[in-house]
């Protein structure tokens, strides 16, 4: 384990750390988003709730009061959602952070030695480029799962605008 951490450095650890967390969040969203578009597909459970919500106490479809509801009834989802737009914007920034650390390790190693050596040179550089690539491997799936939620949510909001107005010219 030690030797782990002295080849990614602290923010190795810190994406790492961050990774294993957005796995869980990648999985978490993914199903709640899956269980809710059926929902929606069969305008049932929170849904409807939300629909009858809006019918109930405005009349109008009011786009705010809708995004309101949603938050309200869908916290998982819209915390999945804020934390996968998190790590997306982390994960470069550790990443580069990791990079400037490494790189700041080889020029001190340079500055020390008089003749350098290489391993300990190398040990910089692969700090410097495995952070970024850790940076890089968080983000970019995090960046497609929080977009794939996203278009979800947009389905469920058409999906409870139009159950909404349908139940409203229905009469209910």
Known sequence: ????????????????ILGFAAVFTVIRGTVLSVMLKKQAVNRSGIIKEISLLVLKNSGANDNSYINSLMQ?????????LYFLKLCAAVGPLLGLLGTVLGMIEVF???ADNSTPNSALLASGIWQALITTVMGLTLAIPALMVH?????NLRYIKTTITLLSRQTENAGF
Request: net charge positive; charged share 15%.
């Open 72 to 80: 309200t009834k869908m916290k998982g989802l819209f915390s999945s």
């Open 108 to 110: 001190s190693t340079l």
């Open 147 to 151: 977009y794939y939620i996203l278009t």
């Open 1 to 16: 384990m030690f030797d782990l951490y002295e080849k990614i450095g602290y923010c190795g650890v810190a994406l790492l």
